[in-house]
C-alpha cells in the first residue's frame, strides 16, 4: 500500500464518504506463543483434563515432569477504512516433548488446528455498532460460558450509554442432517441465545446483566449420559434435550481511600430449566435411572480488595450450588456450557492449561465454596509475585466408603512469580501443595479409599510465553 | 590574538555563497574561556561543528524570553571557527565573563526588510530556522538593541546583518509553502540538554527561563530542572506510585503549582496518579481510573484543560468524557456533555479538539493516519497516512485476559503538540526516527505540521531533526522535545512558522 508523506498528501486529500473505490487490506499478524514446563508433580493423574473433575489421586504418587508447547498464530486483516476485519487463527498444540504429532524426533507431525475465523465489520450509517460472524472468541459470562465457538454476535452502545452484546451460538449440531427424523427436525440444535447489557455509570462504578437462552434438541441416538466428571452442557449436546435459562448481574465498585483503592466486585447468577433424554452417573456410579430432570441453581461471587502502594490484596469468595441428591430428578449443581477457570492451581487450571483437575468453576456436581486470600506485589513495574491461600470445600457431602460424608477438600497453598524482561516476553513460575481434606478420599482410587483422605499435591511448573 | 575586519568578513561570506537559514536555527551553545578586553575579542569552546564565521552568539538573560534590556544582552560575532573552538568579537553590550554561557541567535530582535527598504512579515523559511530570534514588524531598535536586519536583495536572497555593521550571511527566502527537503538539516543537532539519569520516559515543561524535566527511571521518577545557564539538577524523585507501568506522563502547572500526571497500565486499564511537586518533593496525592490528557479547548495557546476518559481492556475508550480539576486536594471531575458529540472518536490522547461558536474540528491521530472531522464526527473525514509511523507509547494488551487465548489490541498514545491561536491551531505530528539518507550514523525525524484555520483548507510543512541515535519525542506542555535514550540527551526540534 502505498503512502504518502503529510506534507505531501495534502494535495491530494479525498474523502472517504461515498467511496466505492477497490480497498486493500493491513494485514496484522499476531501470535501467543506459550511453553510451559511441568517440573514436578507428585500426582500425575490428577491433572487429567477433565470438565468438572477428571483425576484420581494416586497411592503410588506418580511423578511426571514434561516440556509442552501450546502455540497460536492468527492474521488480521483490516479493509482500508478500518470498517471490515477478518480473523484466522490456527493452533498447534498442546504438545509435549518428545510426543508424536510434531513433539518426537524430527518433529514430523500433523497438529495444526483452526481456531479462530471470523469477520467483523461496522454496520452501515453507524459509528459504533459492529457485527461479527463466525467461529471467534465468545464471551456472555466467565462463569457460564467464555471460550471459542461459532456465533454470530451483534455489538454496541446505546444513547443512554449502555453497551449490549445480541448472540446466536450453535454449540452443537451432531444430529442436523439432511434427512430430519422424526425425533430431530427443525430448530434443534445445541443453540443459545444471550443478551447482555453493561454500563460504566461512574469511573468506580459499571454494573451489567445478562440473560442466557440454551435450548437443544438432540436425542436419536438413545439415552446421552450426564457424568459427574463431565458436568458441563457441552458434554452432552450431542444427545440430550435441554432448555436452561440463566440470568446474571455483575457490579464492579472502586474507591480511593486513605489506606488505597479499595474495590468490590459482585456476581450472582440463577439457573433454570430442564434437561431430558439422559441419565445421570454421579461419581460413585449408580447411575440416576431419571431421564428428565429439573434445573434450579445458583453461584455467586464477590472479590473485595484493597490496593495499597504496589500491593493488591484480595479476598474471593466462590459458591455455586452443589447436588445434594444424585438419585432425585432434580439438578442442582451449577452447570456451565464452556469455561476455562483458574482460581486454584490444584483443582482448576494453571500454567499448564491443557493438564488441570477441572475448567469449572465448581467441583464435580457437588458445587463450590471457595475462600481464597491472594496478595500480589509488584516488585517492579514488570515483576510481579503473589502468594495466595485457598479453602477449598464442596457445596454439597459427598458420600465417602465408610459410610460419611464430607465437605472438606483441602488447604491449598500457592506462589508464583512472573517476570517480563521485555514488554512481550513473560518469564513465569507456580507452586503450589494441597494439604488434602478428606472430602478427597472420594477422589483416591479405589484401593486408597478408607474415608480420610491420604494424599497431598504437589505441583511445581513454569513458563515461558511470548505474544505479539 | 588575530582579529577581523567586518569588511573582511563579508568578503569571505560572498565567496563562499549562500548559507543555508536552518544550519544556524539551532541554539547551539558555546562558553567563554579567555577574554580581552582591550581587543573586544574572546575565545570560546563550542560543541556544535555547524557553527561559522558571521555567526551571532547571545549571552542568557537570568529573566524573560524577550527582555532585551540593553544592561542584560551581549552580542558576539563568530570571526574564526577551529576544532571545538572560536573567536568572537564583542558587537554590542558589556563582555561577558569567562565562563559565561552563550546561544546562537537567541532573543535578539530581527525583521525582514523587503525590496522596498520596508518591513514585512517573516517568511516561514525565515522564522523556522531561526526559531529563536525576536521578530519585529516594525523595523526599529527595541529597547536600544540593534536588530538583526535580513534584506531581501533579489533571486530570492536576503543578506543578514547585525546593526548595520556586522554581515552575518546570505540566505536564501522562501515566499510560499515550505517544502519539506528546505528545512532538512545538514548536520546533528546538539543536545539541548543532558541528563544526568538514564531515563526511559521524559516529560517536560517550560516555566520562564527554566525547563523541568520528570524522568522515569527503573522503579522511580526524579525531577529535574534546568535553569538558563543550561545545566541540568535533580530535584527530588520518588517510587512509582504502586510500580504500575507509567505510559505518560504530562506536567500541569497553574498558579507557580507544579503537578504530574501519570497515566499507568494497571493489567486491565489505565488509571492515573497525580504527583505534587512543592518544596523540594514529590508525593502522589490522587488517583483515578481514568485515561488523562490536556487540551487546548479555549485556543489561547495553553493546554490548561484536563479532560478523562475511561479505558478498559474489554471496551477500549469509553464514551464518557470528564473535565478534571487539579488541585492540592487531588482531582474533581465533572461530566463534559460538551465534548460527548465527538466520541466515539474522540480521545482525551492523541486527539485534539477546537470546538467554539465559529466552528468545531476534530484532529485523531493514530499510528499511521492523521483524520480531520470537520464539525465533530459529522460528515465526511479526511484522513492522511503518515510515512514513518507516528511517534508514541504502544501497549499491547489482551482483550480479555481471563481467556487461554485472548484476542490482542494495542494501546497507542501519540505524543503531538498543539500551537493554538484565535485564527486556528497547529498540530505537530512527530515521526518514529529512521536512518537518514547518505548519512552513516546519523538519524533524521520528521515531524509534520497540519495547521487549520476555520473556512480553510488544510496546510501542512514539515521539519526534521537530525541526530546521532534514534530519538522519541519527549511528552510535555511546551516545546518540541525529543530524547535519546542512548545518551541521555534531550534534543530540541525546530519549530515551524506559525501565522
Do not use: C
Not at chain 1, 505531501?8 to 511453553?35: P, Q
Not at chain 1, 449440531?173 to 441465545?193: K, R, V, Y
Not at chain 2, 483524520?371 to 501497549?395: C, D, H, K, Q
Amino acid at each position: 500500500m502505498k503512502r504518502k508523506i503529510l506534507a505531501t498528501a495534502i494535495t491530494g486529500m479525498a474523502t472517504l464518504t461515498g467511496s466505492w473505490a477497490t480497498t486493500a487490506a493491513e494485514i496484522e499478524f499476531h501470535g501467543d506463543m506459550d511453553n510451559r514446563f511441568q517440573a514436578y508433580t507428585n500426582q500425575r493423574d490428577w491433572f487429567s483434563g477433565g470438565n468438572s473433575g477428571g483425576g484420581t489421586l494416586k497411592d503410588e504418587e506418580p511423578t511426571e515432569s514434561f516440556g509442552e508447547f501450546k502455540y497460536r498464530f492468527w492474521a488480521k486483516a483490516t479493509s482500508d477504512d478500518k470498517k471490515v476485519t477478518g480473523v484466522f487463527a490456527t493452533e498447534i498444540g498442546g504438545v509435549r516433548y518428545g510426543e508424536g504429532s510434531g513433539g518426537d524426533f524430527s518433529g514430523d507431525g500433523v497438529n495444526i488446528e483452526t481456531r479462530w475465523a471470523y469477520v467483523d465489520f461496522l454496520v452501515p450509517d453507524t459509528l459504533d455498532q459492529h457485527v461479527s460472524l463466525g467461529l471467534q472468541p465468545v464471551s456472555v459470562n466467565r462463569h457460564v460460558w467464555a471460550e471459542t465457538a461459532t456465533a454470530a454476535v451483534w455489538k454496541g452502545s446505546l444513547n443512554s450509554g449502555f453497551d449490549y452484546q445480541l448472540l446466536w451460538g450453535r454449540g452443537d449440531s451432531t444430529n442436523e442432517s439432511d434427512i430430519d427424523s422424526d425425533a430431530d427436525e427443525g430448530w434443534d440444535g445445541a443453540d443459545n441465545f444471550a443478551i447482555n447489557f453493561d454500563k460504566r455509570f461512574s469511573p468506580n462504578l459499571s454494573a451489567g446483566i445478562f440473560y442466557l437462552y440454551q435450548m437443544n434438541n438432540q436425542i436419536s441416538e438413545g439415552l446421552g449420559t450426564v457424568t459427574s466428571r463431565e458436568y458441563e452442557l457441552k458434554s452432552i449436546a450431542d444427545n440430550s434435550k435441554y432448555s436452561v435459562s440463566s440470568f446474571g448481574l455483575e457490579v464492579d465498585y472502586g474507591q480511593e481511600t486513605s489506606l488505597g483503592r479499595m474495590f468490590l466486585n459482585g456476581t450472582v447468577i440463577g439457573q433454570s430449566g430442564t434437561i431430558e433424554g439422559v441419565n445421570f452417573d454421579p461419581l460413585n456410579g449408580a447411575t440416576n435411572p431419571n431421564t428428565s430432570y429439573d434445573l434450579s441453581t445458583f453461584l455467586g461471587r464477590g472479590e473485595l480488595g484493597l490496593q495499597f502502594g504496589p500491593n493488591r490484596l484480595t479476598y474471593t469468595m466462590l459458591y455455586a450450588s452443589g447436588d445434594g441428591n444424585e438419585q432425585d430428578g432434580n439438578f442442582d449443581a451449577f452447570i456451565a456450557t464452556d469455561v476455562d477457570f483458574s482460581d486454584s492451581m490444584i483443582f482448576q487450571e494453571n500454567i499448564t492449561s491443557d493438564d488441570y483437575f477441572a475448567e469449572t468453576p465448581y467441583i464435580l456436581d457437588k458445587g463450590y465454596f471457595m475462600n481464597k486470600l491472594q496478595l500480589d506485589h509488584n516488585v517492579a513495574s514488570n515483576v510481579k509475585v503473589s502468594g495466595m491461600v485457598v479453602y477449598n470445600l464442596l457445596a454439597e457431602d459427598i458420600a465417602l466408603v465408610n459410610g460419611s460424608s464430607a465437605k472438606d477438600l483441602g488447604l491449598e497453598f500457592g506462589s508464583r512469580i512472573s517476570y517480563f524482561p521485555y514488554p512481550s516476553l513473560e518469564l513465569a513460575a507456580e507452586a503450589a501443595y494441597l494439604v488434602s481434606g478428606d472430602a478427597m478420599d472420594a477422589l483416591e482410587e479405589t484401593a486408597l479409599q478408607d474415608g480420610q483422605s491420604d494424599k497431598d499435591i504437589v505441583h511445581v511448573a513454569g513458563r515461558v510465553r511470548y505474544k505479539f | 590574538m588575530i582579529t577581523r575586519s567586518a569588511i573582511f568578513v563579508s568578503l569571505m561570506l560572498l565567496l563562499a555563497g549562500a548559507v543555508q537559514a536552518n544550519e544556524r536555527g539551532y541554539p547551539a551553545k558555546a562558553e567563554v574561556t579567555q577574554v580581552d578586553r582591550g581587543q573586544n575579542v574572546l575565545s570560546l569552546a563550542v560543541d556544535d561543528d555547524s557553527v561559522e564565521v558571521g555567526d551571532l552568539f547571545v549571552v542568557s538573560r537570568k529573566s524573560g524570553y524577550a527582555d532585551t534590556s540593553e544592561e542584560k544582552l551581549a552580542v558576539i560575532g563568530i570571526e574564526s571557527v577551529g576544532k571545538d573552538r572560536a573567536l568572537g568579537k564583542l558587537l554590542f553590550g558589556p563582555m561577558p565573563s569567562v565562563g559565561a554561557v552563550l546561544k546562537r541567535f537567541y532573543g535578539i530582535p530581527a525583521v525582514l526588510i523587503g525590496k522596498a527598504g520596508k518591513p514585512r512579515p517573516v517568511t516561514p523559511a525565515l522564522k523556522s530556522g531561526f526559531p529563536d530570534l525576536v521578530w519585529s514588524n516594525d523595523g526599529e531598535d527595541v529597547g536600544g538593541v540593534p536588530l538583526v536586519r535580513f534584506q531581501v536583495t533579489g533571486r530570492g536572497q536576503a543578506v543578514a546583518t547585525f546593526n548595520n555593521t556586522w554581515l552575518i550571511g546570505i540566505l536564501p527566502l522562501d515566499t510560499g509553502q515550505v517544502p519539506a527537503e528546505s528545512v532538512r538539516a545538514n548536520s546533528p543537532a546538539t543536545p539541548f540538554a543532558q541528563l544526568p539519569i538514564d531515563a526511559t520516559l521524559l516529560s517536560a515543561v517550560r516555566s520562564g527561563d527554566n525547563y523541568y524535566f520528570a524522568a522515569e527511571h527503573g522503579n522511580r521518577i526524579s525531577f529535574l530542572l534546568m535553569g538558563p545557564d543550561g545545566i541540568v539538577r535533580k530535584l527530588t524523585s520518588l517510587e512509582v506510585p504502586r510500580r504500575e507501568k507509567v505510559i505518560r506522563m504530562d506536567w500541569y502547572v497553574e498558579d507557580n503549582s507544579y503537578y504530574l500526571i501519570l497515566n499507568q497500565w494497571n493489567g486491565r486499564g489505565v488509571s492515573s496518579a497525580l504527583i505534587q511537586l512543592a518544596d523540594g518533593k514529590a508525593k502522589a496525592i490522587d488517583f483515578i481510573p481514568l485515561v488523562l490528557g490536556l487540551q487546548d479547548l479555549d485556543a489561547d495557546g495553553r493546554r490548561e484543560t484536563v479532560l478523562g476518559q475511561p479505558f478498559y481492556s474489554e471496551k477500549g475508550f469509553g464514551s464518557e468524557i470528564y473535565k478534571i480539576s487539579i488541585s492540592p486536594n487531588g482531582f474533581e471531575k465533572a461530566n463534559s456533555e460538551e465534548l460527548s458529540k465527538f466520541t466515539p472518536f474522540f480521545r482525551v490522547i492523541g486527539a485534539v479538539v477546537q470546538n467554539n461558536s465559529e466552528y468545531s474540528e476534530l484532529v485523531v491521530v493514530s499510528q499511521e493516519e492523521v483524520s480531520v472531522f470537520p464539525a465533530g464526527t459529522m460528515g465526511s473525514r479526511l484522513s492522511y497516512e503518515i510515512e514513518n509511523g507516528v511517534a508514541g507509547t504502544s501497549i499491547s494488551y489482551d482483550v480479555q485476559p481471563e481467556l487461554v487465548f485472548s484476542p490482542r489490541q494495542t494501546l497507542f498514545l501519540p505524543n503531538l503538540l498543539v500551537l493554538s491561536n484565535d485564527r486556528g491551531f497547529n498540530i505537530g505530528i512527530p515521526q518514529k526516527s529512521r536512518k537518514a539518507e547518505n548519512m552513516i550514523g546519523v538519524y533524521e525525524t520528521r515531524v509534520d505540521w497540519l495547521t487549520l484555520r476555520p473556512g480553510k483548507s488544510p496546510e501542512t510543512q514539515s521539519t526534521s531533526l537530525l541526530t546521532s541515535a534514534p530519538v522519541f519525542p519527549v511528552s510535555g506542555n511546551t516545546g518540541l522535545f525529543f530524547m535519546s535514550p542512548a545518551e541521555t540527551s534531550v534534543y530540541r526540534a525546530p519549530m515551524p512558522a506559525v501565522n
